[in-house]
């Protein structure tokens, strides 16, 4: 799939989703910085349907960005949440929630669609289009 080079690692953890660049594995031969970037509108939006399609609280979502806008090539239910500010304390708390709730899916349920903005993007990660290198 033609794409810039740079894929996207979209994590959702706590109702919170946080977006890294790397480099993609199609284009070895460029050198981006993994790093925490912009998530736009669009792009929360299909990885906010990707966890309610897989029923999943914490997960990770790989995306190109193609020509003709997102493709979502991977979803993964237990990832590394790299670059996620404090995710060690973010997906216990996380974890330690569901334990004690007995609820599958609180953030995100299966059947029930999410509005606009009830995932929450965090204020150190402006959703802002057009930014991703």
Do not use: W
Request: charge should be negative; include cysteine.
């Amino acid at each position: 799939m033609p794409n810039s080079g740079v894929d996207l690692k979209v994590y959702s953890v706590g109702g919170e989703l946080f977006a890294t660049q790397r480099c993609s594995p199609l284009h070895p031969e460029r050198t981006v910085p993994e790093r925490l970037v912009p998530l736009t509108a669009e792009v929360a939006a299909i990885v906010a349907q990707a966890g309610r399609v897989y029923g999943l609280d914490l997960y990770g979502v790989d995306v190109l960005l193609g020509p003709e806008g997102p493709v979502v090539v991977d979803v993964n239910d237990f990832p590394s949440f790299r670059q996620v500010p404090n995710a060690a304390a973010r997906v216990a708390r996380t974890v330690l929630h569901l334990a004690r709730s007995g609820v599958i899916a609180p953030f995100a349920p299966p059947g029930v669609l999410l509005r606009p903005g009830s995932l929450r993007i965090p204020a150190q990660v402006p959703a802002v289009a057009d930014e991703v290198e």
